[in-house]
């Protein structure tokens, strides 16, 4: 199940942003300025705002969500803070054809792999919509009740073609990065 949107104040507060701080998260994933980026599970926009920042001018944020009520706070913050370059989605990344492939540079999930019931078919989906060499960056924080291990988020990666990169954190709380080979 994901986190209800009547819970979103749970995902952005004081606490998740001392052990996963979104610049630092941010920085993990390291967007950069006029790259294209998949927010998969973005909730209200803790991450999706700061990173349509992050990719200006040229660059964009879709914002995926399985939820509209997520969405639906997500397109207020947006307005409420004048943000143009991001496209909220309503999708299962699980589904097959769900936007067109190798268009993404940057694809991450915060907290949100345990949430999706087939995680293999949402790691294969993301390998197809991010371009050769891009990143898939994946961010668990316990005490989160769907939280993954690293070698559990290893493993899926592995078998849905990804190489790992770049690992921070500990094995309570962690970032790990992936490549789409080229």
Request: charged share 15%.
């Amino acid at each position: 199940m994901p986190c209800p949107a009547w819970l979103s104040w749970m995902l952005d507060n004081r606490f998740t942003e001392t052990v996963a701080g979104t610049k630092v998260t941010l920085h993990r994933i390291g967007l950069l300025p006029g790259e294209r980026g998949l927010d998969i599970g973005c909730g209200s926009g803790r991450l999706s705002l700061p990173a349509a920042q992050r990719v200006t001018p040229a660059g964009e944020i879709v914002a995926l969500d399985i939820q509209p009520a997520m969405l639906g706070k997500l397109q207020q913050r947006l307005k409420t803070n004048g943000v143009t370059n991001v496209t909220p989605v309503k999708a299962d990344i699980t589904k097959p054809g769900i936007l067109s492939g190798e268009q993404f540079d940057r694809v991450w999930l915060v907290t949100v792999l345990g949430e999706i019931p087939d995680q293999l078919a949402a790691l294969q989906n993301i390998h197809r919509l991010l371009k050769p060499g891009g990143t898939l960056s994946i961010t668990e924080i316990l005490p989160d009740p769907h939280f993954q291990s690293q070698a559990t988020v290893m493993w899926l990666c592995w078998q849905a073609g990804f190489v790992p990169t770049q690992k921070w954190g500990t094995a309570f709380v962690f970032t790990l990065n992936f490549t789409k080979p080229e």
